[in-house]
Every structure is written in C-alpha cells, then in structure tokens.
C-alpha cells in the first residue's frame, strides 16, 4: 500500500515533464473498468457521482455506503494496477484514526477532504480544520496522499486568492499533500501553487480549459467532480427517451 501511495505522491510532482495528473471519476465498478480500459491508470471517486449511484443527494450518502461503494471500484480494477483516491466529503465526522483505517480498508491509496461542514453547510474555522488533517496525516503515516479542498470560492471569496492562500498554507503546515481550490478562477492555480508550496488540483468544467490547459495553468492534478456522472446520465435520459417514443 506504501509503494502505491509514494508513487501516486511523486505523480503530483512531476506535471512539468508528464503533463498534469488527469484522474477521471468513476461512480461505480463498471464505469471505473471503462476509465481503466481505456488507460487510465489513477481514478478519483467524487462523491457526488457515487452518491447519485446508491439514490443520495451529494452529502447526504452515509458513510458506510460511501466506502463500501469505494471499496467495489477499488477492486474492479485492483487487477490491471489502477490505483483509486476517495473523495470521502469531510471525513463524516470520524475521529482520524477510525477514518484512516476505513479508507486503507477500503483500498485506496488516498482521499479527498473538504474543508465544508457537510452538516452546517460552513466553512470549518481553519486551524481547527488543519490541527484535524495534521492527525489524519500522522494516522496515515504516508499510506495515504491527502488532497486538501480548499472551499472559500465555493463561498463568497470569489475573486481573490488571499483567502485560499491562508488555509492552504495551513493544510501544507499539517502535512497535506495537495491543495484543491475548488471553483479557483484558472488563472489564479499558479499563484496558488506557489505561495501555498503544493501541487494544486483544478476541477475541469464543461466548457472550460481542457486538462492539458489547466496544467500549463499551474494544476498538477486535474479531477472532473461529478460531471463525467452528469454525462453519463444525459446519455442514459436520451436512450430512456428513445424508448418511450418507440
């Protein structure tokens, strides 16, 4: 589990020569076998394309059905090497040693954290948050690569990266291994990246920078939340539709 974890951990760091780390998001077994077969050899889970697939609402999956759904896609495709990250919301409120061990057990080689109350819908106080993630970390003990979202453009901050910058340099003092501003204005990944001293992960958005752009934006990594779920699901609503009317 360590091996796979230090090489996931050393893909972050080498976008300038590789390109950034595109990692699709499966929402189940059969779509992370497509993504593996297609040559992907990293998946990221988003919780909302997971979620949707058990009949949830994003947030509101609990959390043993979160990792018993993570754990199926671990194993579809475990075979052909494909490693798998966990977007695990903001820990459930699980102390972090219960909360490391249900993400080893599941097997994944990292998690995605968010810094959203799921229950309040607010932003949690900082370091409170990063005095949380520093524990997560030492649970961890390197087996698990940790990317930190970051959801102050989620919030009212929209525009500026003073923000983001405060609780990313937080997260990297607690031993983060990336930084996630969700929602970031593309041409503010860069400055993020530099004042934080992380690789920074950018969400692709329909219509927006492709992944090769957001690399030379200053991702490292570039993830896809719940839209390739969304994309799915319109293609499976227009067969749906062709049926009824035939």
């Not at 593996?36 to 043993?64: H, M, N, Q």
């Not at 059905?65 to 194993?75: D, K, L, Q, S």
């Not at 390739?228 to 319109?234: E, G, I, K, Q, S």
């Amino acid at each position: 589990m360590r091996t796979n974890a230090d090489a996931f951990r050393a893909r972050h760091h080498s976008s300038a020569t590789d390109g950034p780390l595109v990692l699709p998001g499966p929402w189940d077994a059969a779509s992370a076998r497509a993504f593996a077969d297609a040559g992907f050899r990293a998946l990221a889970t988003p919780s909302a394309g997971v979620s949707a697939s058990l009949g949830y609402a994003d947030g509101e999956a609990p959390a043993a059905e979160m990792f018993t759904a993570v754990g199926r896609i671990v194993r579809a495709v475990a075979a052909e090497g494909v490693v798998v990250t966990a977007d695990v919301e903001d820990g459930y409120g699980l102390p972090p040693r219960e909360l490391v061990e249900r993400l080893l057990e599941s097997g994944v080689v990292g998690c995605n954290l968010e810094d959203t109350d799921r229950t309040t819908g607010q932003l949690k106080e900082p370091r409170a948050h990063a005095d949380w993630l520093a524990a997560v970390v030492a649970e961890a003990d390197g087996r698990l690569v940790v990317n930190a979202r970051i959801d102050t453009f989620l919030k009212d901050d929209v525009d500026s990266a003073a923000p983001a910058v405060e609780r990313g340099l937080l997260y990297a003092a607690a031993g983060a291994d990336c930084v996630y501003p969700i929602l970031a204005p593309a041409e503010l990944l860069a400055p993020i990246a530099e004042r934080v001293g992380l690789p920074v992960n950018a969400l692709a958005m329909p219509g927006g920078p492709s992944p090769a752009e957001l690399g030379a934006l200053g991702a490292a990594r570039v993830t896809f939340g719940g839209g390739l779920h969304r994309r799915a699901m319109a293609a499976v609503e227009e067969i749906a539709a062709e049926l009824r009317q035939g």
